[in-house]
Every structure is written in structure tokens, then in C-alpha cells.
């Protein structure tokens, strides 16, 4: 195993604590590596009126990959009251670091697995027939496109001339002609052919890898049809190189419901930046919540892996700390994955999986307790507790 230089970046509230527990559980599985701590989040923006310096920019820009915690975002003039006094009305605007970093570096591909660990006792059940109690296994994959759609930051509020006119052109935007400017907002939703076909490729060929018999298309053609038509039509195209995987499509809507149907039924899902992001979430709630969410975001040569909760900054300063790290740790192994180091991420995935169905140690999420410092009294493991179990099975 070849050592690496591995860019960390805990960024801000529980991101500071679940990120140290993920690197001992990759020291303890044997994975060499020199960790470089870089600055990103809530805190540089307030200092520096900059959530994402270059500095920052310029290591990953380096090392190629890097690990990522949490990240604390707030609406535009919450942010702008945030800031240090002698950087406000200067023109800063607050943008998400972590979107920052997926088109700086052309992160275009998310991954998000959405797998039950046998025994959590937050998996998803059902009634069955007559009256019987089910415990689907939930094996789902979600590709989302991650760099165009909603998340492009392409959007105005008082749109300018340019803009204006453009928009004038458009026989749908009759019913707004009349709207004074400055109560007008509008969010763009751009996507292109070569991004809807990369995603969709990067779909079928995991799947082929993994032995998935189906890819779903989850948009919203009937509506967006230009959009979400593009995507679904390069599906079909790319479906013509693996025709043995059934190619199915369905509306983000539908597919919500769905979810708690038949999401056995599903293996990759594929989405635009919206839709996947909460396709993802819903599929996650299924399998435990954000305490299991991981997540990557790959690039061409770049690759930044993350849990996809919040910073949740109520529970960052109880001590000890109670949050759940799994989502951490399973990121690190879908980085390892990314690495080459197959051997090593299965070995952590299988650690975890021996602690979830063996039960002993739950955080307070699995006992389905409410946060705060009472968890650990009601029996809840706290964080390092949990790392040292996954370290055990190891």
C-alpha cells in the first residue's frame, strides 16, 4: 500500500469531530498517509469573507484528494450580518465552499450509496401480508450530476437588461411581463449534453461492475421537458451499450412515493444536481439517516469525499461528543475505493457492518434518542466509543 498525502478539511461544527475519528479508523486498517489539515468554512468567511481560500484550493489542487467534514451554509443576508465589521458592505456574497470546490474542480460525479447494514435498528420496515413486518434490504446507488441544474449559481434577483430581455423572448414568461423587476428572482437550470451523458455512463458502468440489473433516469420530463429530456434521451442512447441492464425512468415525485413502496427494486439511480440530491437523502432515510449517508465527488483527477449531513453545530461543542461517525468513516472508504485500496475499504465496511448486527454499541441516533448530553445516561455510545467498536472488528 503506497503512502499518499491526503488533504483534511473538517470545516466547521461536528465536521471537527467526526473527521479525526474517520483517520483512526484508517490508521488501524493500515492505510499510510500524511494528512494535511486545510482551512474551509463558517469561520473564514466571518474572518476573511472567504469560506474557501486559495491556499485551500492550491492543496487539493497538489494532493488530488482530499476528505471533508461539514460545512455550516446560511442564507445571504445572514451571512452578510456574520461578517467581521470591517469586511461588510465591500460587495462579499457567501457561496457554499463545498459547491465552490465541485466546480472548481469539475467534481461532476456524486456518489452516494444507500445500503442496509443487517440489525440497525433504523432500516426501514412495512406491513407485509396479513399483518406481517418486513425489513426490505435497501442496495441502492445514487449517481447525481453535481457540477449544472439548479446548484449552476446562475440566478438573479432585479435581473439586469441582458436578462431581462432575454427572458421577454419567451412566450411562458408572459404571465411575469408585469412583475416589477426587483420582485423578480430567477434560478437557472442548465444542463448539458456531455454532463447528462458522462453521468449516466458513470451510472451503467458501475453497475455493470457491481452486477446492478437496472439503472433509473429519476427526473421530470412530462414538465421539464427540455432538461430533463436531455437527460433521459442520452440515457437511451448509452442503454444501446448495455443492454443487458434494464434501463427505467421515473419522476422525481413518483419516486419519492415510491420509495417507501418497493425500494428493494432499485440498484443505480441517476439524477440531475436537485433531483439526486434529494433522491439521496430520501433513500438514505431508509437505511439509517445522514448517520450512514457518505458521499463522493469525483472528478476527472480530483476526488473530495464527505458525509452528507450538516455541521449541526448544537451538538459540536457537548463533550463528550455523541454524533454518529459512520457517515464519516464510510466516506473515507469510498475514498479508499477511489484509491485503489479496495482490500482496505472492505475491510472498514465490514468492521462497521459486525458493530451495527452485533448491537452492542449505538449511538444515540440508533437508539433513537434525542440529542444532547442525556444520550449517553440513556445508554447512548458516544463517538469515540463507536470508532474505538469499528476499530475492534478491524
Excluded at 438573479?156 to 420582485?183: G, I, M, Y
Amino acid at each position: 500500500m503506497a503512502r499518499r498525502t491526503v488533504v483534511v478539511m473538517p470545516g466547521d461544527g461536528i465536521g471537527k469531530v467526526v473527521a479525526p475519528e474517520a483517520l483512526r479508523v484508517l490508521e488501524a486498517a493500515g492505510f499510510e498517509a500524511d494528512w494535511i489539515e486545510a482551512d474551509i468554512g463558517w469561520d473564514l468567511w466571518i474572518r476573511e469573507g472567504n469560506p474557501l481560500p486559495d491556499r485551500t484550493v492550491e492543496l487539493i489542487d497538489r494532493h488530488k484528494v482530499a476528505l471533508f467534514g461539514a460545512i455550516t451554509s446560511k442564507p445571504k443576508d445572514a451571512a452578510a450580518r456574520e461578517l467581521a465589521p470591517e469586511l461588510r458592505d465591500k460587495g462579499l456574497v457567501y457561496y457554499s465552499p463545498i459547491v465552490g470546490l465541485r466546480q472548481r474542480f469539475d467534481l461532476d460525479v456524486s456518489i452516494r450509496p444507500c445500503i442496509t447494514f443487517p440489525g440497525n435498528p433504523l432500516n426501514f420496515i412495512r406491513r407485509g401480508p396479513g399483518g406481517t413486518v418486513e425489513e426490505p434490504r435497501v442496495n441502492a446507488v445514487v449517481f447525481r450530476q453535481n457540477t449544472e441544474g439548479l446548484y449552476g449559481g446562475v440566478e438573479w434577483t432585479n435581473p439586469p437588461d441582458q436578462v431581462w430581455d432575454a427572458l421577454n423572448t419567451h412566450p411562458k414568461f408572459k404571465a411575469f411581463r408585469e412583475v416589477p423587476r426587483e420582485d423578480l428572482a430567477v434560478s437557472t437550470r442548465i444542463l448539458t449534453r456531455a454532463k447528462c451523458r458522462r453521468i449516466i455512463e458513470e451510472g451503467f458502468a458501475y453497475a455493470d461492475r457491481h452486477g446492478y440489473t437496472n439503472v433509473t433516469v429519476c427526473e421530470k420530463p412530462n414538465v421539464i421537458r427540455e432538461t430533463s429530456g436531455m437527460m433521459l434521451a442520452e440515457a437511451h442512447k448509452v442503454h444501446e451499450r448495455f443492454p443487458h441492464i434494464q434501463l427505467w425512468d421515473t419522476n422525481i415525485d413518483a419516486q419519492m412515493m415510491w420509495l417507501t413502496k418497493n425500494p428493494e427494486d432499485y440498484g443505480v439511480v441517476v439524477a440531475s444536481n436537485m433531483f439526486g440530491d434529494i433522491i439521496s437523502d430520501g433513500f438514505a432515510g431508509l437505511v439509517g439517516g445522514l448517520g450512514f449517508a457518505a458521499s463522493a465527488n469525483i472528478g476527472r483527477d480530483v476526488g473530495i469525499f464527505e458525509p452528507t449531513h450538516g455541521s449541526a453545530p448544537k451538538y459540536a461543542e457537548l463533550e463528550p461528543s455523541i454524533v454518529n461517525p459512520i457517515a464519516m468513516v464510510l466516506s473515507a472508504v469510498l475514498m479508499l475505493e477511489w484509491l485503489g485500496e479496495a482490500a482496505c475499504a472492505e475491510r472498514i465496511r465490514t468492521a462497521v457492518a459486525a458493530v451495527v448486527a452485533e448491537g452492542r454499541v449505538r449511538t444515540y441516533d440508533m437508539l433513537k434518542l434525542r440529542g444532547g448530553a442525556q444520550a449517553i445516561a440513556q445508554g447512548a455510545a458516544t463517538t469515540s466509543q463507536m470508532t474505538d467498536a469499528i476499530i475492534e472488528k478491524l
